[in-house]
């Protein structure tokens, strides 16, 4: 009897190239199309008609220029006539909303219009996913109006850098791609187990010890643990002039910077900095990846080396309100992140200076003292003139006063805090995660749990039941364990990113996951013309083999809802020649397959 081996490819539908219509992502509120076509050149003329835009025509023209295109730097900001190309950034008194903004294309060229330079912004980042990509082909834009506004105030997007280091460059890198796609929210995790980031000058022993580990490949957790007579050489950190620098440049893409300094847990290269802010005031060293907990698969978890501030010494609350004091004078936002997350407590149990002051304050138990400790830190942070926001464990034994929660084990924790009246930002790992496999584990490294691109599109950021004036918006976060370079941090991160960029921006009501991918199509085009490489999962097919009254049903499908699966039972790859699962399912009799 022959054996036959079952082949699968997914032939896309769509070809990249000039459109009838825009792909645009986030999905604006209002595009309406009109008839005729803006016969555009690589020439290109701004129309500068407010000053108070002048940064956002810089902006553009730098971005134009990347693409080869001609801008005529004698006339960017002052308007005349015209046979080029030209780009209108006007002001909009209408519109009411900072972010809000309106473009219209026509037979003068593009306008986008705004109140605010916020909205010329947004709308400048619309534009450039009009404008061909490409200025030595023909030109031809569609006429249209846009009128758009986002959802969501935050819409966040995390890098860990604690993990493995990026440089400046690489930051703004990744910096430029969340511009592109109107996110608003940088949230950098600069310190942790594995590094810390960030030159406090009161402290230069947290660099000077706290930014270098040993150097270790393979799986983390898995690693062999450092020994004290090896070379910490692998890391780096910002200097506080490289910190301005890089909130300077988000915030010429109007991306406000959240740092997070990340306490009580998650605190070993701080500890390996100044050992006696710990419990037990041991030398220890930072982090390169070997095992230093145990997990239980229920979330629960045992610390093998201790890895959090004591939280019973003065000294610990007036070391960190020195490095908050400096942090807060780096960053104008509104918020600083503490952390607060996965802090175990049993080497407080273990102290009598801790069991001695939970009884001399009235603390029950061990979250009632983390509660103690967070809320010190709130304290402290409102002092600075900023708002604390952690992730959602800081809701243990009671939330501290004006504190946000980021809430990252599921909705529960943000549920929980809108109900007393505080912000939230969603944030869970079932939709948001972004180191989380995309897609075929035979194809990708395993780790952690399974996160597709649908799944992420299907994010709501608001719960039933929830009110939705204390949610400010949700976040993605994209933690470095195994995200070693840039290169592979954009692969792991978009398009996930862009799904969730739709998601923060635009209406619950309005999104459509159809639609999504057939815009889709063209932005990964615009990330394969730049050799950024990101993940294809969407479009591998998906293959199920069962057995069903002795038959193979084999189930093919894909995340891709606009493509053809061709397949062959003869060894030989699949063409568009090949035949179709039209159905999604073929039938074989058993033995037919191998």
């Not at 909205?119 to 061909?132: D, E, H, K, S, V």
């Not at 500890?271 to 979330?299: N, R």
Request: proline residues 5%; hydrophobic residues 40%; negative net charge.
């Amino acid at each position: 009897m022959n054996r036959f081996i079952l082949m699968v490819a997914l032939q896309l539908l769509c070809v990249l190239g000039v459109v009838s219509q825009y792909a645009i992502i986030p999905k604006p509120t209002q595009l309406t199309y009109g008839a005729g076509e803006l016969k555009a050149s690589k020439n290109v003329r701004i129309h500068l008609f407010e000053d108070q835009f002048k940064s956002e025509a810089q902006y553009l023209t730098q971005a134009l220029e990347s693409r080869a295109y001609v801008v005529d730097k004698n006339a960017v900001y002052k308007p005349r006539k015209h046979k080029e190309f030209v780009i209108s950034l006007k002001r909009n008194a209408l519109e009411k909303k900072d972010e809000a903004y309106e473009i219209q294309v026509n037979e003068d060229g593009i306008s986008i219009s705004a109140n605010k330079p916020v909205g010329i912004f947004r709308g400048i980042a619309t534009a450039l996913q009009m404008i061909p990509v490409n200025p030595k082909a023909v030109l031809k834009m569609p006429y249209c109006n846009i009128k758009d506004e986002p959802a969501f105030e935050w819409r966040g997007l995390m890098l860990d850098v604690s993990r493995h280091f990026y440089n400046v460059d690489d930051v703004k890198k990744f910096i430029d791609r969340m511009a592109l796609y109107k996110l608003s929210v940088f949230h950098w995790h600069l310190t942790d187990d594995e590094g810390w980031r960030i030159e406090i000058n009161a402290y230069p022993q947290l660099t000077a010890k706290g930014a270098w580990r040993v150097e270790r490949t393979g799986k983390f957790g898995t690693r062999p643990a450092p020994r004290p007579d090896e070379s910490t050489t692998y890391g780096g950190f910002y200097t506080q002039d490289q910190i301005r620098e890089v909130v300077r440049y988000a915030a010429e893409r109007h991306i406000t910077v959240v740092p997070e300094i990340d306490v009580p847990g998650h605190s070993m290269a701080l500890l390996t900095a100044i050992p006696e802010l710990s419990t037990k005031k041991e030398a220890k060293m930072v982090s390169c990846g070997f095992k230093f907990a145990e997990w239980y698969g229920d979330g629960s978890f045992k610390m093998l080396v201790e890895n959090m501030v004591n939280p019973s010494d003065e000294r610990v609350y007036q070391v960190l309100d020195t490095i908050f004091g400096e942090v807060a004078l780096l960053f104008p936002g509104k918020y600083i992140h503490a952390g607060g997350d996965e802090c175990y407590h049993g080497f407080w149990k273990e102290n009598q200076e801790c069991q001695q002051f939970m009884q001399k304050n009235g603390l029950k138990n061990e979250e009632e003292l983390q509660s103690y400790f967070m809320k010190r830190i709130n304290s402290i942070i409102q002092s600075k003139g900023k708002n604390m926001i952690g992730w959602d464990e800081i809701l243990y034994g009671g939330l501290a006063e004006g504190a946000a929660v980021m809430s990252w084990r599921g909705t529960k924790g943000g549920i929980e805090a809108a109900s007393k009246g505080h912000k939230v930002v969603m944030s869970p790992t079932t939709h948001a995660y972004l180191d989380y496999t995309q897609g075929d584990h035979g194809l990708e490294f395993p780790i952690y749990a399974n996160l597709t691109l649908k799944k992420s599109y299907e994010f709501e950021v608001v719960p039933a039941g929830v009110n939705n004036q204390f949610v400010l918006g949700g976040q993605g976060n994209l933690w470095t364990e195994h995200i070693p370079t840039l290169t592979h941090a954009f692969y792991m991160a978009y398009p996930r990113a862009m799904a969730l960029s739709e998601v923060f921006w635009t209406k619950q009501e309005d999104k459509n996951w159809v639609d999504f991918t057939s815009r889709l199509d063209a932005h990964i085009g615009l990330f394969e013309a730049e050799d950024i490489p990101i993940c294809k999962s969407l479009y591998d097919p998906i293959v199920e083999v069962s057995k069903k009254e002795g038959m193979h049903l084999i189930s093919i499908k894909t995340e891709y809802p606009e493509g053809e699966v061709h397949f062959t039972l003869d060894n030989t790859f699949p063409h568009s020649s090949s035949a179709i699962a039209t159905s999604g399912t073929i039938v074989l009799p058993e033995g037919e397959l191998s």
